[in-house]
């Protein structure tokens, strides 16, 4: 088993990801969803969600209707709740592919009723802060309240669940800390508010990757794991010491050639040489998730063990500058993942984004490869 062309692929630990769902599992004692929506935060949700569904992972949590049935039509039986916006007119979908569905207004909710032709598993969503979705008990409580206990005559919608979602568990500034307990104060009020009018909720859940690392809420009988699965930390100041990164996105050397001082690179003229120097070209660009900023933030790239600097970025393709190694054509590298200096982090924070986004950024176009005790067990590509 092998790549059709090498060009630009991502590559997978498995090892790294059991060793990942393991440290949770055997880490916080409670069942959790793994979190796959954004295809798996890059790392490619259809593979990934059978080894889980073959670890025994409590379900499975997507963004939206379609990522959940790119799982389903995969054939995977676990759980799958929807944590997003689902068109209404999908609602007897919902039910025929035993999805549970997130609601987040009673306006939302009538209209699920009004389509639906068989009951649908839902969970209540709480707006303790985020303010994203949710029933909004930050701006208007009262309010919220009457709206959900209305949800009660709506007999199509099984609430067998109830969530939140906290915005800053991953920081222990003052601020910070004090409004994450704000919200875990509301959503604990309100569940117990909504229990003793009626609701039996199985399933209640707050914990992201940072609330699960920090243990927070003492209602929370299931946990929301995301970014951890990947072996990434939600922050610098919340981390597990036992995760490995799982993902590193390689490419090959297409093309060595040596330049003068005073030739230029790239679109733009911005590099100009100002000495000889010995350039390689590479088959990776901001197409496939590579940043086009970290040309100017002193980044590097690993081939055979060195790291070169990178001084340009284009579409497609993007320059080292190789003048101290020896780097020929075809040779392997590592562009972006993994741990030191290419690691999601590093390139975050030269970005100033998060390690989120960059594994996310990485295109569909870039070929899945997952590895296993050092051999390639499964390829996915997307073109």
Not at 114 to 121: M, Q
Not at 194 to 206: A, D, E, M, P, Q
Not at 349 to 362: A, P, R
Request: proline share 3%; aromatic share 10%; hydrophobic share 40%.
């Amino acid at each position: 088993m092998g790549l059709t062309e090498k060009h630009c692929w991502a590559e997978i630990s498995i090892d790294a990801i059991k060793n990942n769902y393991n440290f949770i599992k055997n880490s916080f004692n409670k069942p959790f969803y793994v979190v796959l929506k954004a295809d798996a935060y890059g790392h490619g949700a259809k593979y990934l969600a059978k080894i889980y569904e073959e670890m025994g992972a409590y379900g499975i949590a997507v963004s939206c209707f379609t990522e959940a049935m790119e799982i389903r039509n995969n054939g995977v039986k676990l759980p799958i709740l929807i944590l997003g916006y689902t068109s209404p007119e999908l609602a007897t979908q919902l039910s025929r592919n035993q999805l549970t569905q997130c609601v987040h207004s009673l306006a939302y909710a009538k209209e699920l009723q009004k389509h639906s032709l068989y009951p649908i598993d839902c969970h209540l969503k709480l707006d303790t802060g985020m303010g994203r979705i949710g029933f909004d008990l930050v701006g208007d409580k009262e309010n919220a309240l009457l709206q959900m206990k209305e949800l009660r005559r709506l007999t199509n919608l099984r609430f067998n669940g109830i969530f939140t979602h906290f915005p800053v568990a991953d920081s222990f500034g003052e601020k910070e800390i004090k409004y994450t307990e704000k919200q875990i104060e509301l959503f604990d009020e309100t569940y117990e508010y909504l229990t003793r009018y009626g609701f039996n909720f199985k399933i209640v859940h707050g914990q992201n990757s940072a609330g699960i690392l920090r243990k927070l809420g003492k209602n929370f009988n299931v946990m929301r794991a995301g970014i951890i699965l990947y072996g990434e930390n939600p922050s610098e100041e919340i981390s597990g010491c036992n995760l490995l990164p799982a993902m590193e996105v390689k490419t090959i050397v297409t093309h060595v050639k040596t330049i003068n001082e005073g030739q230029y690179l790239g679109y733009g003229i911005n590099f100009c040489a100002d000495r000889k120097m010995k350039i390689a070209t590479i088959a990776i660009g901001y197409a496939d998730g590579l940043p086009r900023m970290l040309k100017d933030k002193n980044y590097v790239m690993k081939i055979n063990g060195g790291y070169y600097p990178l001084l340009a970025v284009c579409m497609d393709q993007c320059m080292l500058d190789v003048s101290f190694g020896s780097v020929k054509v075809g040779d392997e590298v590592i562009a972006m993942g993994g741990t030191d200096k290419t690691s999601f982090n590093v390139v975050a924070q030269k970005t100033n984004t998060i390690n989120y986004e960059i594994s996310c950024g990485v295109q569909r176009r870039v070929p899945r490869v997952y590895v296993q005790n050092n051999k390639i067990v499964h390829i996915e590509n997307n073109m």
